[in-house]
């Protein structure tokens, strides 16, 4: 069984094709996050976006994001929603329907079709780490940002779930490769390439399972694990049982973002 890194471009295309395993992650952290704020509160909640500044968020997915905040980006001057994924976009756009503030673009970071200095903030969600060419995405991100803007991106730690499941699942040397491309470990130095001031904030959170079916159902949703679907769903729920406490699976989840504001150099 091996654990794949995911930033390879048609590997990651294939994954968000459509919405459907996107789905299937959102509801099972929404369902077992031990932090009911939400991640997704947690990160609009660090955002200062003032009233009439043009917004672009790279890799929008579903735009789960912006769902019931229409009075926040009704005080936008525009946001412009990105993914590489048409199916995704189409689904954000189902979400959020057509608004006089929101645009919908098929785009790639590492080469964006927007002029320079064009945004005050550009927003990256847990889609850095999937970035063949991360340098260049950024250098795209510091071009397009204007000279006083600022970039948010979230992403995961190297001390996640995914990491206990290896172990849970004797994965090792060849056969573990977790994608590590952008994380909070080294998100940071990535960062410095373009950027001048760098903070990095936590999100404290874990997972309280206490349905092995859910955590099965999600495990074979997620392009990293996909090894894991040659196992027998029974010996997959054995395997996870043996880790459990009457009946409850916990797990630790590592996740923040960076602030980046400011030229390197």
């Known amino acids: 069984m091996q654990i794949g890194s995911s930033n390879n471009t048609e590997a990651v295309k294939e994954q968000y094709k459509t919405s459907n395993g996107l789905d299937t992650r959102i509801s099972f ?3 077992y996050s031990t932090n009911k704020l939400g991640y997704g509160n947690w990160i609009v909640s660090n955002y200062q976006i003032s009233a009439g500044m043009k917004v ?19 005080q936008f001057g525009k946001l412009v929603l990105t993914d590489f994924s048409e199916g995704m976009l189409d689904t954000a756009r189902k979400n959020l329907g057509e608004k006089d503030q929101i ?6 970071i590492q080469d964006l079709p927007f002029e320079d200095n064009s945004f005050d903030v550009v927003i990256a969600n ?7 060419d991360i ?14 803007g600022t970039f948010y991106c979230a992403t995961l730690g190297e001390n996640n779930f995914v990491e206990q499941l290896a172990e849970w699942f004797k994965l090792s040397g060849e056969n573990f490769n977790p994608n590590h491309n952008f994380t909070m470990q080294n998100g940071a130095q990535k960062l410095k390439t373009a950027f001048s001031e ?10 309280h399972i206490t349905d092995i079916d859910d955590l099965v159902s999600y ?31 916990d797990l630790p989840k590592e996740y923040g973002m960076f602030i980046a504001r400011g030229y390197a150099g």
């Open 103 to 108: 645009e919908y673009r098929v785009a790639d």
């Open 219 to 249: 495990l074979t949703s997620l392009a990293s694990l996909k090894a894991l679907n040659d196992v027998p769903v029974e010996r997959l729920k054995e395997i996870i049982a043996e880790h459990a406490v009457n009946g409850v699976v």
């Open 198 to 207: 760098i903070e990095a904030r936590i999100y404290k959170d874990s997972l």
């Open 29 to 31: 952290h929404d369902k």
């Open 126 to 132: 847990s889609m850095l780490y999937h970035v063949p």
């Open 135 to 148: 340098n260049k995405g950024i250098s795209e991100v510091r071009r397009v940002l204007k000279d006083d």
């Open 56 to 74: 672009l968020e790279l890799g929008c997915g579903t735009g789960s994001l912006w769902i019931g905040r229409d009075e926040l980006i009704s």
